[in-house]
């Protein structure tokens, strides 16, 4: 049988509010797809699954659900959840295993041990042998090449879509963290927000990621860029068009901008003072796919008169960290008794 194995290889699974992830040891991504699912209403059934659910959004009959059954990068539909995991599991390693595979999977710092009971409980209804929780920020400073394993302190902050984590690490621990509650999703529904006061049109969800990607920035005193917004007049209740400016987009968003500064700062204010002079020699770590927005990571350096390095793979750190953290499992299950 071609796809019969006795043991199932060991995998990494970045669960976030907008993208799955899943490492396979020894391998590698396997899957990278948004956390979002399909479902028959009446049979309960999966219908699509990762994009093919996202392009879904906002375009189904009365009989279709398109459901994201993650908030904040925790669980809120436990079900769904099973599903989810189930499908990435069986596309991550198609075929039958007579031992199933054990599981690192990444949780907020700081989650309540109901939201941690319900993330393992997930993973063990999905058919997983061995359930090892891991910190985000843990995993994406790992995934960074950070060398936290010594005595010296690092500050990341990763920026995902449910949750902002900002976290000082040192000696393969957290020293100091605090989880902002909203990521790049309550972005984009402060910018639909601003679009409808503004502009009095009613954008999706889809459009207003793509303002944030393309023409999203903190400064535009030198280049005010614009695209094109097609929405529903909410007077006349026709499809209508837009032109939306960068400016729009930072007016939206400015506010949480400044109070992810703030907490960034209360950390720094937290951490050790031995620490201090190894966080300023090492600067600030910026990962997670709402980093990119154009201009943040000038905007934060110069706010706090830290540097900034932004991170070159912001959607993979955190399951490239866990993925190495499957490599050494036994190390790993040692160190967290």
């Known amino acids: 049988m071609k796809y019969f194995r006795i043991f199932a290889k060991n995998l990494a699974i970045d669960l976030g509010t907008a993208n799955v992830l899943v490492h396979v040891e020894k391998k590698g991504i396997v899957l990278n797809e948004p956390a979002v699912v399909a479902i028959d209403n009446n049979s309960g059934e999966l219908i699509a699954f990762g994009h093919e659910a996202f392009n879904m959004i906002g375009k189904t009959p009365e009989n279709i659900s398109v459901v994201k059954p993650l908030e904040n990068g925790v669980v809120s539909d436990f079900d769904i959840t099973k599903i989810l995991l189930e499908h990435c599991i069986k596309n ?40 090892y929780i891991v910190e985000g920020a843990l995993a994406a400073a790992i995934g960074s090449g950070m060398d936290i394993d010594k005595p010296t302190g690092h500050m990341i902050v990763d920026m995902g879509a449910g949750n902002i984590e900002i976290a000082i690490l040192s000696l393969n621990g957290i020293v100091a963290s605090n989880t902002i509650n909203f990521g790049g999703d309550y972005l984009n529904q402060k910018i639909i927000d601003y679009i409808y006061e503004k502009y009095a049109v009613n954008i999706g969800f889809q459009t207003a990621e793509n303002l944030k990607i393309k023409i999203g920035a903190v400064d ?60 300023i020699r090492n600067g600030i770590y910026l990962t997670g796919g709402s980093s990119l927005i154009d ?39 040692t160190n967290r008794k």
């Open 295 to 333: 201009g943040l990571a000038d905007f934060i350096e110069q706010s706090l008169d830290i540097k900034v390095i932004k991170s070159e793979n912001p959607f993979e750190d955190t399951v490239i960290g866990a993925g190495k953290m499957i490599e050494r499992l036994e190390q790993y299950k």
């Open 92 to 131: 991550a390693m198609p075929g039958f295993s007579l031992i199933q595979p054990n599981v690192i999977i990444t949780a907020p710092a700081g989650v309540s041990d109901v939201e941690l009971r319900a993330i393992e409980d997930a993973c063990i209804y999905s058919g997983i042998r061995g359930v």
């Open 220 to 279: 535009t005193s030198n280049e005010n860029k614009s695209i094109d917004a097609s929405g529903r007049d909410i007077i006349t209740g026709m499809p209508k068009t837009v032109r939306v400016y960068a400016s729009d987009v930072n007016e939206a968003i400015f506010n949480e901008l400044t109070y992810i500064i703030d907490k960034i700062q209360y950390i720094l204010e937290k951490n050790p003072p031995e620490l201090s002079s190894d966080i």
